[in-house]
């Protein structure tokens, strides 16, 4: 069996995210593990490219890295007592939670080696970001529900703001 050059990617991609995904729940610094939640997206956005899903692959950059990531970067920036060394935060029940982890690991890969997966689908999907697009503003489809999470969307934000702003009583 001959490896492909994709395959080879797909194999440094997948390694490089869980490394940096390990990396995230390891490290004792919080701006670390914040950066290695970064590098941990980046390579799921890089294996969405590999996968032609750009639409994807570009939701996870602007969403995910652009938007989440940043923000709790910020927020761990400006709650400085967090930032402080408390000492070993291991407890000896770690045992646990690796048995759990490795027996959902090894259930999961059972389940799947199991299943029989359906084929792919043979030729081109067509453009598929302009299929999603059309059918979120089809009135037979989508447009109601896309339409009432505009609306919360529009209630969370400004309820934000009514709780962000300093009340009248305390002035």
Do not use: C
């Not at 980046?42 to 590999?50: E, Q």
């Not at 890295?65 to 007592?81: D, E, P």
């Not at 045992?95 to 081109?124: Q, R």
Request: glycine share 6%.
């Amino acid at each position: 069996m001959q490896v492909t050059a994709s395959q080879i990617f797909f194999i440094l991609f997948a390694s490089a995210t869980l490394v940096a995904a390990y990396l995230v729940v390891t490290v004792r610094n919080l701006i670390h593990a914040a950066l290695w939640l970064v590098a941990s997206l980046l390579g799921i956005a890089a294996i969405f490219v590999m996968l032609d899903a750009s639409f994807m692959a570009t939701v996870e950059v602007v969403l995910y890295i652009g938007a989440i990531a940043i923000l709790i970067v910020f927020a761990v920036m400006l709650t400085r007592r967090v930032m402080e060394d408390v000492g070993p935060q291991r407890t000896n029940t770690w045992w646990f939670g690796a048995i759990l982890s490795v027996l959902f690991f090894a259930s999961t890969s059972v389940l799947i080696w199991i299943t029989e997966w359906p084929t792919l689908p043979e030729g081109d999907v067509g453009d598929t970001v302009l299929i999603l697009g059309k059918s979120l503003v089809d009135p037979g489809k989508y447009v109601v529900p896309f339409e009432i999470a505009s609306v919360l969307l529009i209630i969370a934000l400004i309820g934000s703001i009514a709780v962000a702003l300093p009340s009248k009583e305390s002035e």
